[in-house]
């Protein structure tokens, strides 16, 4: 019998849905094993069709996507009645995402379009067609109903979609899975890391890196320290570093205060032997946007200690 399969999104740039080509030839085998009762993207289904289906009935569902409105969260809570087997797919489901740095304000319609804006319905005959309410913030998966497994990545690499499949269709899930390595993507890189001391902290564009060395080495922000191992370093591998899409390593935790730890015992200051660098306290200045470099795919799991402090600032400035 084939497996009854969903695929759904919410908050999703669509590369998630896309990324399922990247499985190449591999993808007919696939497909020669499911049966698509709902995937929006591919075939004409509507909520209509996943109510009328009985509880449990599907037996995988991916989600791609942050939760960033009323209706995301009410359909994501449908799909987990309907499926036995429900998992984050993507690193927006997985963590919050690129979309889930805007929790960095307070309410993002405001931010953009001013203060009290409510989005008017495109059809004043048709008022039902009103977009529907932001939640207060942009969530991850987890967050809104159970979670059984993790697909990560922005978007998913081929070898770990393949993977998932694997388990998924010969009946070798586990509860709490996570389709990437636990140690970090460092053990997979080939560049050649040394723990060198940087005097300056570079961005992609404005360093030719040596094509051998490592890039945290060279003075770029790379997360292999902390990141998940399981795409074979495919951005180090192009000379760009790493900016943590699989997700943070047990071990790591939060990513940003990991990563800045390994940058902090990095800055030169002053070594024996050497004058003192005079600009030591201001390395880390060349840290461009901190917040969307560290917590890039990462802020809404971990970036609520940060967003209270700023809440308490501005309570206390007011
Ligand atoms: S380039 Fe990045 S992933 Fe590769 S060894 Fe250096 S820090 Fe680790
Ligand atoms: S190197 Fe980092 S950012 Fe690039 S695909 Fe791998 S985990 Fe994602």
Redesign the pocket.
């Known amino acids: 019998m084939r497996a009854k399969l969903a695929v759904y999104w919410t908050g999703s740039c669509g590369g998630c849905d896309v990324s399922f080509l990247e499985l190449g030839p591999g993808l007919l085998d696939v497909l020669s094993q499911v049966e698509i009762v709902f995937w929006p993207a591919l075939v004409d289904a509507k909520r209509q069709d996943l109510e009328r289906l009985p509880p449990r009935s599907i037996d995988i569902t991916l989600v791609n996507g942050v939760l960033r409105t009323e209706e995301n969260a009410e359909m994501v809570a449908l799909l987990r009645e309907k499926s036995r087997f429900l998992g984050a797919y993507g ?1 927006c489901a997985h963590l919050g995402g690129v979309p889930a740095l805007a929790n960095q304000g307070n309410g993002i319609l405001e931010a953009v379009f001013g203060p009290g804006f409510r989005p008017a319905p495109p059809f004043p005959e048709a008022p039902e067609d009103t977009p529907p309410d932001l939640l207060p913030e942009a969530l991850p998966l987890d967050e809104v109903v159970p979670v059984d497994f993790v697909v ?3 978007p998913p ?1 081929a070898g770990l979609i393949a993977r998932f499949f694997e388990a998924a269709l010969s009946g070798g899930l586990q509860p709490g899975q996570v389709f ?1 390595e636990e140690k970090a ?1 460092c053990e997979e ?1 080939p560049r050649v890391r040394e723990e060198r001391r940087i005097s300056r902290v570079l961005r992609p564009h404005e360093v030719l890196p040596d094509p051998e060395k490592c890039l945290l080495d060279q003075g770029m922000v ?3 320290p902390v ?11 192009a000379g ?8 943070p390593t047990p071990k790591a935790g939060d990513p940003a205060l990991a990563l800045l730890s390994a940058l902090a015992s990095l800055v030169r200051a002053g070594e024996e032997g050497e004058a003192a660098f005079p600009e030591e306290n201001r390395i880390l200045d060349g840290l461009v946007d901190p917040i969307g470099t560290l917590y890039k795919y990462a802020f809404a799991k971990y970036g609520r200690p940060l967003r209270r402090l700023a809440r308490r600032r501005e309570e206390v400035r007011a």
Do not use: F
């Not at 760009?240 to 997700?247: A, K």
């Open positions: 690193a990560p990545g922005c690499p990437a993507l890189c790379c997360l292999g990141t998940r191992g399981g795409c074979e370093a495919s951005c180090p591998k760009m570093p790493c900016t943590g899409c699989l997700g």
